[in-house]
């Protein structure tokens, strides 16, 4: 059966730190593109940065490049998200997601989901 489960997220100030982990189970995840994507209520899914298979390139979006940092672990079969100098308006649940194609902003080229993980940046 094939699973993505994150972790790591929670309850921070701003201008803190959160690393998320994405681990997969069933497939490898470096064979697959995967994204984190997040949603915060009342709002559309957005991706947020995305890495290639095979240690390919990575994608951020305007909002968190050069804050936010993706990379890859494959003898944990895990991938992670590392997000620094977080603001409020970070505030979300961050699901990771794989693709069998290149980095995509949309949820619907994704296979695979996670349950996600809840991230709250506030005072």
């Known amino acids: 059966q094939l699973q993505l489960v994150e972790s790591g997220g929670g309850l921070v100030q701003p201008g803190g730190s959160l690393r998320l982990s994405c681990a997969a189970s069933?497939?490898?995840?470096?064979?697959?593109?995967i994204a984190w994507f997040r949603q915060a209520p009342g709002k559309e899914r957005e991706g947020v940065s995305c890495?290639?298979?095979?240690?390919?390139?990575?994608n951020y979006a305007d909002s968190v490049k050069g804050r936010f940092t993706i990379s890859r672990d494959n003898a944990r079969n895990t991938v992670y998200l590392q997000m620094n100098s977080l603001k409020p308006e970070d505030t979300a649940v961050y699901y990771c997601?794989?693709?069998?194609?290149?980095?995509?902003?949309?949820?619907?080229?994704?296979?695979?989901w996670g349950q996600g993980t809840q991230v709250t940046v506030s005072s």
């Open positions: 069933g497939f490898t995840l470096n064979n697959y593109t």
């Open positions: 997601a794989a693709s069998h194609y290149i980095c995509s902003g949309y949820p619907s080229m994704y296979a695979y």
């Open positions: 890495i290639r298979s095979s240690g390919g390139s990575a």
